[in-house]
């Protein structure tokens, strides 16, 4: 697994690297001491994992992975205790080592890191869809002082929102920086379907489907609202769904 | 108004017994003297409630007596009821139906208790056969009714000031416990973060520059130390100050390394001025926290300290500027400007400013007299009203 190291001081650095040394199965491809050398590594080098560390000169962590292009590696955030970043957290499932780190804390959070990426995309595949992201990929998403790491299979509905997209995940809604069309072209089109001009839904999150006015269809969707289908779209949905 | 009462374990007032049967008496003592004086100034007594033209006789002085002890009694009964109830606790609106309630039926028992008496005095004269008894009855009731809400309106209107009273000087007592708390408090703060980021330096400068790991752990623990210490003291010499701060930045530095430089420039006679502690190290903090640790490229943070015929003055510059410190809360600057208040009231001066572009001046004021022992930890309050 090919890891890149994000802190702007050296000796921490430093530090993460001979932790590191107890995990052969980690190999570390480089380092970079801000945001912006770290773009730069992380598309040079494609990490599978990132080091980040949340404070940093300019831009921090938490804008560092605004900035990038899904699917994103997998990411562990080590950060001094920070309140705030602490709080971030909490709220869900991104794995954060507290500064100075704790060696078996390390360790339980990479073996967590292995069982969750186990499974890869079929081999064949793997190539055809490289731009688009699979079920199991993670979206980053923050909005005030709440962030997400949200897969991508737990989003029920996105809405166009002007130049931003709202994205419906686990009783959270928060507002993404991409139009929706930029999404759209980025998801899978065998899960993800346009239902109309503003809004992309889930297939896997669609509980009931009704027929609606003049020929369009009207989809419930689990927890979240209802979505309305014109005549040409549900057409188009029934030929997906009567596969 | 007794819900106030923020610190007194028991909210109830104190019961002075002394007080009360010396109000009691003298109150109830001069209604029946005022009664009596009227009754034989007017030249009439009056016979169940109707006026009768004649000088009042010894039976009508003795009624007049036995009609107020029972008064008397009926209104010690009710304070014994007050106290069960706790009626003491109540708001006035709360007060006022029930009071009205208690006169009323009061006003009834004591006309009850009072009736067999009168007859027992009186006997049946022609008078009182000729007027409606339910007249009487009720001419009575109301009196005593009115009495009563009378007497109400004294016993509470006391406890009300009373526990207002209590409350003001629970709450100044509350005030100057929660300033002392919240200077002990302003005193010792190193922050956190600083704290697990250098342990996390260390970590790595144990292997690769033992001697330095060495040095840094020393800094480390004097700066705690004297963080801890700082509680204890209201003001410290600058030069104290400076060694620690010293510390601080020499830590800071095993983190940034070249990013942070440092320029101390201290007079001889500054050197010795008396400084509230914690004051410069927060400064200092704030500004490699704003000036260093945000800018890829580092910068130099100075310190300057002179003195005038009575002030001392210093300086503490950073590179940056004021608007680009995002995500400040201000917390560190307002705690230090208002211990600053705490100790030297309004002779003290703390301003942060963009002095020219690109440069951040934190600018602290000091009087080099002695601190005035008034502005310093509020007494306690055995000297309020």
Not at chain 1, 179 to 196: H, K, P, T, W
Not at chain 2, 154 to 159: A, C, K, S
Request: charge should be neutral.
């Amino acid at each position: 697994m090919k890891a890149l190291l994000i802190d702007d001081e050296r000796l921490a650095r430093s530090e993460l690297r001979r932790l590191l040394a107890a995990h052969p199965q980690i190999e570390i491809a480089g380092e970079a001491a801000d945001a912006d050398a770290a773009r730069e590594r992380i598309a040079q080098l494609k990490p599978d994992l990132l080091f980040l560390d949340v404070q940093m000169p300019g831009e921090d962590g938490f804008a560092l992975l605004e900035s990038l292009e899904a699917p994103l590696p997998q990411v562990i955030f080590a950060t001094a205790f920070d309140e705030f970043a602490v709080k971030a957290f909490e709220f869900n499932a991104l794995d954060y080592l507290l500064k100075p780190v704790d060696p078996a804390r390390l360790a339980a959070a990479l073996a967590k890191l292995e069982s969750v990426s186990a499974p890869d995309a079929p081999a064949g595949d793997a190539a055809a869809h490289t731009e688009r992201l699979q079920a199991q990929d993670k979206v980053f998403v923050r909005q005030g002082e709440r962030c997400w790491f949200v897969e991508v299979r737990t989003i029920r509905l996105l809405e166009s929102e002007g130049n931003y997209t709202r994205v419906h995940f686990d009783g959270a809604q928060p507002l993404l920086f991409r139009s929706l069309n930029a999404m759209e072209a980025r998801l899978d089109g065998r899960m993800f379907f346009r239902a109309n001009r503003r809004q992309v839904v889930n297939l896997e999150w669609v509980e009931t489907i009704e027929p609606w006015f003049s020929g369009g269809l009207l989809v419930h969707i689990k927890g979240g609202p209802r979505v309305e289908l014109s005549r040409r779209q549900a057409q188009a949905f029934r030929e997906q769904m009567s596969l | 108004m007794p819900t106030m009462h923020l610190l007194s374990s028991d909210k109830r007032l104190p019961s002075r017994p002394g007080l009360y049967v010396g109000c009691q008496l003298a109150g109830w003592g001069t209604w029946t003297l005022v009664y009596l004086g009227l009754l034989f100034a007017q030249g009439e007594v009056l016979v169940d409630g109707k006026a009768i033209n004649r000088q009042p006789g010894p039976k009508d002085i003795a009624l007049v007596l036995a009609v107020n002890c029972i008064g008397l009694l009926v209104t010690h009964g009710y304070r014994a009821f007050i106290h069960r109830r706790g009626w003491s606790q109540l708001s006035p609106k709360a007060l006022l139906p029930r009071i009205a309630g208690a006169s009323l039926v009061l006003g009834t028992v004591w006309t009850a208790v009072a009736w067999p008496l009168v007859h027992v005095f009186m006997g049946r004269t022609e008078e009182t056969v000729q007027i409606n008894p339910a007249t009487v009855t009720l001419y009575s009731v109301f009196n005593g009714a009115v009495l009563l809400f009378g007497w109400s309106a004294l016993y509470f209107g006391y406890h009300i000031f009373e526990s207002y009273r209590r409350s003001e000087i629970d709450r100044w007592q509350l005030q100057s416990t929660a300033k002392e708390a919240e200077l002990q408090a302003l005193k010792s703060q190193v922050n956190p973060h600083f704290i697990f980021n250098s342990l996390n330096s260390l970590r790595a400068l144990i292997d690769e520059n033992p001697a330095q790991a060495r040095d840094a752990v020393t800094r480390l623990a004097n700066l705690l130390r004297y963080s801890l210490k700082a509680g204890q003291l209201e003001t410290v010499p600058l030069e104290d100050e400076l060694r620690i701060v010293d510390d601080y930045l020499a830590l800071e530095q095993v983190r940034h390394e070249d990013r942070l430089r440092v320029r101390v420039t201290v007079s001889p006679e500054a050197a010795a001025a008396p400084v509230p502690p914690m004051l410069v190290q927060t400064l200092v903090e704030n500004s490699v926290k704003y000036g260093i640790a945000r800018r890829r490229e580092g910068g130099e943070v100075a310190i300057e300290a002179r003195c005038t015929a009575d002030r001392l003055l210093l300086r503490i510059t950073n590179p940056g500027s004021l608007s680009s410190a995002g995500g400040s809360t201000g917390l560190g600057l307002r705690n230090a400007a208002q211990r600053l208040r705490l100790i030297f009231g309004e002779r003290a001066r703390l301003q942060v400013a963009e002095e020219s572009p690109g440069l951040v001046v934190a600018a602290v004021e000091l009087p080099l007299a002695p601190v005035l022992p008034a502005a310093s930890a509020p007494r306690a309050v055995s000297s309020v009203p």
